[in-house]
Nanobody, 123 residues
Framework: QVQLVESGGGLVQPGGSLRLSCAAS????????MGWYRQAPGKQRELVAV?????????ADSVKGRFTISRDSANAKNTQYMQMNSLKPEDTAVYYC???????????????WGQGTQVTVSS
């Protein structure tokens, strides 16, 4: 089995910062791309940021210059992070991490998801 466990969400004032973490564990052979999505109340889930195995990154236009995605795959840590700066009320959402993972005994990569962590930006 594979699990993605997120941490780091919470309540922050506008202009503040938060750092989300997502650790993948289990019978992992390899991780391809990793990323973060978010879903605000009444809205569809949207892609926020993605990072490839070669550390190429891409961001939604709404977060460019404010959010930074990174990953640490050394020593089987299999963890990704998202540093969120200059947060705005419109960043309020449940944030989900995802990763494309090759599991032991399986021949193809499968997308796994975290349980979600709430980020609320409010004064």
């Amino acid at each position: 089995q594979v699990q993605l466990v997120e941490s780091g969400g919470g309540l922050v004032q506008p202009g503040g910062s938060l750092r989300l973490s997502c650790a993948a564990s289990g019978s992992i052979v390899s991780i391809n791309s990793m990323g973060w999505y978010r879903q605000a109340p009444g809205k569809q889930r949207e892609l926020v940021a993605v990072i490839t195995r070669g550390d190429i990154t891409d961001y939604a236009d709404s977060v460019k210059g404010r959010f930074t995605i990174s990953r640490d795959s050394a020593n089987a840590k299999n963890t990704q992070y998202m540093q969120m700066n200059s947060l705005k009320p419109e960043d309020t959402a449940v944030y989900y991490c995802t990763a494309s993972i090759l599991r032991a005994g399986v021949s193809n990569y499968v997308a796994y998801w975290g349980q979600g962590t709430q980020v609320t930006v409010s004064s």
